[in-house]
């Protein structure tokens, strides 16, 4: 595509826009503007194509289209069909699945369907067959209280919050955790690392119905074939949540017992993350889940996007590319000259390292809070996300640590030079912030003193150092 298209394409929608909700066009270009200035660490975050993002301003999102290829709901949805079938097929090329299912609008929603399609094949399809009958509707009003019990009374294991775990695997807050009884596997705390004998001996004691892996703050990779043995010796079934490092997969740096999968019964994901898609989520699975996955709608989702699934259709074919792998590769290259910059400079980091797109800070030597320093990185121009670290005295809200990740960057093209020249800036941020306090002289976990001056001088530094790189070259909206 020709430097001209890209340009007209945006420069037109904002036009349309613009004449008629001005302050929408606005904020748009303003959102350009400021992902281009600043150092964008977000380990959950990316920059789509261009192709990507047009794929989703247009009429597809008029459409309903309730239920799978083929099998809809609604007339006229043959172009959706055509859409959701391509998603589809490069989804299952690129990771080597049996069947994939891209309706899902988020990666919580993956979880969801996911969730929902091992309850309706473990308890409900065996209660079903049991009360002889082919659908619930068919059940007694007995039979039908006693199977509602049953599903709300099953079993999952994950890994816990603070070692790197995600809130929709169990957690209390999130509906998983009021769906399951949960229990979770943390880290080793004297490496960092998930000790699988521990696992075992969890899963052996609880016995649950899954057992899931992946995480969003742990930097390490996962041993998912051992996960996997484990699950086998409990009948547990295996679930992979990889939305954080969906991209590793594709771009084949997590291969062998690190790609999950052929380990896995079912694995979810988000689009939006070291993918690098549309923000949307997707779930794939052999054969036995494949009918359970394709009635996540209207089980649990509701209408699917057909312009973010022409999307993700786009982005899939993006990572088919062998310029993908390249890029995947970089992010890990990325993220381990970062960590090793930051430990140069005496940073202690979880794990004291990484295998994959992220890095867990543990700020606590610098005397701060996550929240604390999270802050004071933002008002120098460098935008990252607290997040706890193992068992965390400052609780989830505070934290003492700060999540850093590489995909962002990458796709701008930033390498491993740049990188030990951000760890400077970051070390620099913390080492001259102070902790603050509240008006009675107690000390504050969210206060800080940092010189203004220093952090526009930072600011500065991190626009420089993005200079080099210019975010969605091709498009000038003048
Ligand atoms: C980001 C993330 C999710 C949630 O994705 P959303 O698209 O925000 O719903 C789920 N699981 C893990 C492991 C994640 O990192």
Redesign the pocket.
């Known amino acids: 595509m020709s430097l001209n298209a890209e340009s007209t394409a945006f420069r037109s929608a904002l036009e349309v826009i613009r004449a008629v909700e001005p302050r929408v066009a606005d904020a748009i270009g303003a959102e350009l503007a400021d992902q281009r200035e600043s150092l964008k660490l977000i380990a959950?975050e990316n920059y789509a194509s261009p192709a990507t993002l047009l794929a989703m301003g247009n009429w597809f999102s008029d459409k309903y289209a309730e239920g799978t290829v083929g099998r809809r709901f609604y007339a006229g949805c043959q172009n959706v069909d055509t859409v959701e079938a391509l998603a589809a097929e490069h989804a299952k090329e690129l990771f080597g699945a049996a069947h994939a299912y891209v309706q899902p609008?988020?990666?919580?929603?993956?979880?969801l369907v996911a969730f929902w399609a091992i309850l309706a094949d473990r308890v409900e399809s065996p209660a079903l067959k049991k009360a002889q009958v082919r659908q619930v509707n068919d059940l007694t009003e007995a039979d039908w209280f006693a199977l509602r019990r049953e599903l709300g009374n099953q079993r999952m294991l994950g890994m816990s919050l603070d070692a790197g775990?995600?809130?929709?695997?169990g957690f209390r807050p999130n509906i998983s955790g009021k769906m399951f009884d949960q229990r979770s596997y943390g880290t080793d705390p004297a490496t960092g690392l998930i000790d699988y004998d521990r696992v075992a001996e969890a899963a052996r004691e609880f016995k649950p119905l899954i057992l899931v892996a992946?995480?969003?703050a742990y930097p390490r990779k996962v041993n998912f074939r051992i996960m996997r043995e484990i699950a086998d010796s409990v009948g547990a079934t295996f679930m992979v949540?990889?939305?954080?490092f969906a991209g590793l997969v594709a771009g084949r740096v997590f291969t062998g017992d690190f790609d999950p999968v052929p380990h896995a019964h079912i694995v979810?994901t988000?689009t939006?993350?070291s993918l690098r898609g549309p923000?949307?989520?997707m779930v794939l699975c052999g054969p036995e889940l494949a009918d359970q996955v394709d009635r996540g709608c209207p089980m649990v989702l509701g209408g699917p996007l057909p312009h973010v699934m022409a999307a993700k259709a786009v982005a899939l074919a993006e990572a088919r590319r062998p310029d993908f792998a390249d890029y995947a590769q970089r992010i890990v290259d990325n993220a381990q000259a970062l960590a090793e910059g930051l430990v140069r400079r005496g940073t202690k980091l979880v794990t004291g390292g990484t295998d994959n797109h992220l890095v867990l800070l543990d700020v606590s030597g610098y005397g701060l809070t996550g929240r604390q320093a999270e802050q004071a990185l933002l008002d120098s121009g460098i935008v990252t996300n607290r997040n706890a670290v193992p068992q965390d005295p400052n609780g989830a809200w505070y934290t003492s640590g700060i999540r850093i990740g590489t995909p962002a960057l990458t796709t701008r093209g930033l390498g491993v030079a740049e990188m030990d020249a951000t760890a400077e800036l970051i070390h620099t941020v913390l080492s001259q912030t102070q902790a603050g306090s509240n008006p009675d002289g107690t000390p504050s976990k969210a206060k800080y003193v940092l010189d203004p001056a220093l952090a526009d001088k930072i600011s500065k530094q991190a626009s420089e150092l993005l200079t080099g790189f210019p975010l969605y070259p091709a498009v000038d909206l003048g």
């Open positions: 959950s609008h988020s990666g919580i929603d993956a979880n775990g995600h809130l929709t695997h992946g995480y969003s949540d990889m939305a954080h979810t988000t939006h993350k923000r949307g989520g």
